[in-house]
């Protein structure tokens, strides 16, 4: 047996909370002996029949000698009384805990008892718990996959703060510290305020004469709403007395709001009204999103899947794209920190660009929308962002957590980004060393320098001249944010050209970026004004409507309003000297982006070629698509110079290489790119692809780009993992599906 956590644990108290820990510490023998003094005696005897307990006790006295770990369970207005006949023997060894709702009552209690407050002493505050009480309703994953708080204090000891946070990782919990006032803030609102609530409502209904009506006819809504006034009215009681202070700032805030919705109402102000609602329901839908990426994180799992069966396809039609995935990302961020208001038109509404439009909400921006594109900020200016309560969740998104990485490093206050498994596994030192090196205090908290982000505010940031060691456009961008708000003037010099949108968009938002050779210059301490943006269609996206239009014969596909900015359009030129048929028509500018209307069709076959690396950085996020094109294409193409695709959302040199395989194309991986052995014959249209079921590994692009393998495909293509589609191209399917591909779509 390894060695036992503790010698002997004694928990005071035994309901739902101290049985279900016990259940743990008992199935992983993480103590060699657990005691339990209750109240009642028939409390302790059925732990002990249980098998919960060694020795039960009515006296805590009797529990707690020789403990090296002392876990006060019960209702938190006990605590005084109980403490008071502990304290003697509480030795300088002992962990002393509790798992109470609200924790300054606790120290409150405890200072009074102590005087001076043991080193062993860490209040603690599991975020897990049910309607059903007692030692009967304990169970051994009551913690797994939640929240346990520990608000250690000056007098904590480490060690001590070490070993309760083994124990409760050991439940399957995540650990988190904070200060005791935080915490009791924090669950006022989160918590306490929703109970009140949940218990406030039934009592208005039962106070009415016709309350067996309410009851009877009441449906799902007051179910939910209700279902926590169940609980044991004992121990909200002291809850609500204990955090009065705090709980009494939140049932302020509710009554506030309450009386707007109210007005609202009564004034018949439906566009107010509507706005109010809105913005619920996007914040609730992103916490879902918070809540799902547990459950990817942990199992991993497969959510949709593509299907897509043989026949002839055509592919037709003149469709617009949506919105610019790094536009709208830039255009959120500026439009935040600017002076003024900034509308926003043309918006990609997908999951990537609305996390970063969420982040700035928490953060205490006002935006209006996304409604059919359109999204109105009420920027803050340089100083005005606010602290958010809890950690920004990122989802899959790289952009943000880059960009945002280095806006953060400025600002008053400190912060973590997470993101979801695909973002949880992707570099971020390449963007905290310079940052670091600016004064910045960021650390990668992931095990190889990988999310959760965490950044300590209140830094005084230096300009720096940073050569770029890979051709990011993220880091860039990331650095020069930051420059925003350092000492000075901050430059980046780049190895090859990337994607120019920060320096454009800080440009219309009335900053002076100098772009000199490969080296992009600014000097902190401006500011920007709110503007209107107008994001063009994402070339990204478009992207693999061109490659599908230029494998499939008589296809004819027209794009319109395509950004072209020449950062980009890598897969133009590329396509072109493949020798697809493409045209770009009708260029003009739309809010400081080049943007044009893309014809492809389907004329002529596709040849391979040796793709110049000058294209690469211009094509980074196409490759996926045009490694289909290559597959269809006759002769090899070899791409080189591509390391970064390793690095995307999935390793997308690998994974392409598994799923064209596993469809029979011939082709080999190389560090930094791909070498395919195209199927294809000149003048021939007939199928390249075999039968396959391939993993997108979550990735959007992935699974598009094999997606439109199956306008060339023999057999049925089955893709698994393609719930990430919505992240930059929402109606992907919709659109295909318009130009004559048929994808099933299972969930
Ligand atoms: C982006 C930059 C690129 C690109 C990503 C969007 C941006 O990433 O792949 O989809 O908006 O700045 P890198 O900076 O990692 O090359």
Known sequence: MTQALFKKV??????LIGSSLARVIQQQKLAEQVV??????????????????????????????????????????????????????????????????????????????????????????PIAGSEHTGVHAGKADLFAGHKVILTPLESSAPWAVQQLTQLWQATGAEVVCMSVQKHDEVLAHTSHLPHLMAFNLVAQFTSRQDNLDIFRYAAGGFRDFSRIAASDPQMWHDIFLSNKDAIL??????????QQIRRLIEQEDSNHLMQVLQDAQSARQHFNHMLKKNTVLEKEHVTQQFTILPKKHHFKGTFTIPGDKSVSHRSIMFGSIAEGTTNVTGFLEGEDALATLQAFKDMGVHIEGPKDGKVTIHGVGMSGLKAPTQALYMGNSGTSMRLLSGMLCAQQFDTVMTGDASLSKRPMERIAKPLRDMGAQIQTTGEKGTPPVSITGQ???????????????????????????????????EPEPTRDHTERMLRAFGYDVKTEGNTITLTGGGKLVGTDIQVPSDISSAAFFMVGAAICEDSDVT????????????????LKQMGADISVNNARIAGGEPIADIRIRGTRTLKGIHIPEDQVPLAIDEFPALFVAASCAEGQTVLTGAAELRVKESDRIQVMVDGLQAMGIDCTPTPDGIVIEGKGQSGDWSPIFKGAEVQSHHDHRIAMSFSIAGIRAAEKIVIHGTETVATSFPTFTQLANEAGLTIDTVD
Do not use: C
């Open 10 to 15: 004694a928990f005071i108290g035994f309901g």
């Open 36 to 125: 339990a003094s209750t109240r009642s005696i028939k409390t302790w005897q059925d732990a002990k029949a249980l098998g919960l307990i060694t020795h039960g006790y009515t006296d805590p006295v009797a529990a707690v000698e020789h403990a090296d770990l002392v876990i006060l369970a019960l209702p938190v207005q006990a605590t005084q009384a109980v403490l008071q006949r502990i304290a003697p023997y509480i030795g300088d060894q002992t962990i002393l805990t509790d798992v109470g709702s609200t924790k300054g009552n606790v120290v409150e209690a405890a200072k009074k008892v102590f005087g001076s407050l043991p080193e062993g002493f860490v209040p603690g505050h």
């Open 249 to 258: 700032k939140a049932v302020d805030g509710f009554e506030t709001q309450l």
């Open 459 to 493: 830094q005084v940031l230096k300009g720096i001249h940073y050569q770029l060691p890979m051709a990011s456009a993220q880091v860039k961008s990331g650095i020069l944010l930051a420059g925003l708000w350092a000492q000075g003037e901050t430059s980046v010099a």
């Open 559 to 574: 794009l319109e309003a395509v950004g072209i900015n020449p950062t980009r359009t890598g897969v133009i030129e590329i």
